[in-house]
């Protein structure tokens, strides 16, 4: 049996760090928000092996395959809560990237979101939305989002979580970044376009811990923009408090958003969870094309398109 999903990427439209537990993670506030781009995700179930079998393979041959890959970890939750079913089986798992890599783009967790849906179906489990995303807590914070905006856009699964109240293209999350309250989301074309550095999600959250914050988003008029469209609103508060360790350690991407900042004709420009990505508003989609065309001499990898909804 075989299964196709599309894996898409976030942007996040806020960010801010409420304090630390004693466990030393972050508590955060922040709006994350689905975007078109997305990766190609294959499975083909097989259950003609002796025994349970991984086999999983991706067209960026620097990725590993194995258990540190998200989505490979994602197959062996979805084994434990299947329990004492009866899988002897191969799982081929294809994965065709286009989201960047170790971008603040949640990549990887959607690789693994979109396992979690796929197995899903294919072993006809019936979990419901609150339970991919129970599983999806397991292997990351940003699982969990990418779970319930799956949901909301591929075709395939439309029709299984309808009316699910969890289904949504946009989210608050606050806690560790699991606890989610689906919202109205942002209606625009944007570009995005990621700097060629790896920024350390870890040490991004450690370092911020021992800079000043001179500025945050308004949560409460963020949400109220999106829901009345007020695009003032929603570009004064598009805010993250990340870009100021990451911003002040990385030249590069203060160049790219400096240079964003120039062709996007005064609309927000910001950088995605802990970076290196950064994203601009356009007005249409002719706009984000030009755009993109000129931050791609500075950063191959740049990308026109826009947000669901």
Not at 71 to 95: C, F, Q, S, T, W
Not at 127 to 143: N, R, T
Not at 165 to 192: F, M, N, Q, Y
Request: aromatic fraction near 6%; include cysteine; charged fraction near 25%.
């Amino acid at each position: 049996m075989n299964l196709k999903l599309k894996s898409y990427a976030k942007i996040n439209l806020t960010l801010d760090i409420k304090g630390v537990t004693e466990d030393g993670m972050h508590l955060v506030e922040m709006v994350m928000q689905q975007i078109l781009l997305c990766d190609d995700i294959n499975m083909k179930w097989t259950t003609d092996a002796e025994a349970f079998d991984i086999n999983l393979k991706t067209n960026r041959k620097y990725l590993p395959t194995d258990e540190r890959n998200l989505a490979y970890k994602a197959a062996l939750v979805m084994k434990e809560i299947a329990g004492d079913r009866d899988l002897h089986g191969r799982l081929d798992i294809n994965i065709k990237k286009r989201i960047p890599v170790a971008a603040g783009l949640a990549g990887g967790s959607g690789n693994g979101a979109a396992v979690l849906h796929g197995l899903n179906v294919l072993w006809g489990m019936d979990l419901s939305l609150a339970e991919l995303c129970g599983a999806g807590a397991k292997l990351g914070s940003d699982v969990p989002f990418c779970v319930m905006g799956q949901a909301a856009e591929n075709e395939t699964l439309k029709e299984r979580f309808a009316g699910d109240p969890l289904v949504c293209h946009c989210a608050l999350a606050t806690g560790t970044g699991t606890d989610l309250e689906p919202l109205k989301g942002l209606e625009s074309h944007l570009v995005l376009s990621k700097p060629p550095v790896s920024v350390s999600t870890a040490k991004a959250y450690q370092g911020i811990d021992s800079i000043e914050i001179p500025a945050r988003p308004n949560t409460a008029e963020m949400i109220e923009g999106l829901n009345t469209k007020d695009d003032y609103l929603i570009e004064k508060n598009m805010v993250n408090v990340l870009e100021n360790y990451t911003l002040k350690e990385y030249p590069t991407v203060v160049y790219t958003k400096n240079k964003m900042q120039e062709l996007c004709s005064g609309h927000a420009v910001l950088m995605s969870g802990s970076g290196p990505s950064v994203y601009g508003l356009a007005d249409s989609i002719k706009q984000s094309r030009s755009i993109c065309e000129e931050m791609k001499k500075i950063n191959r990898e740049s990308f026109w398109t826009r947000t669901t909804y």
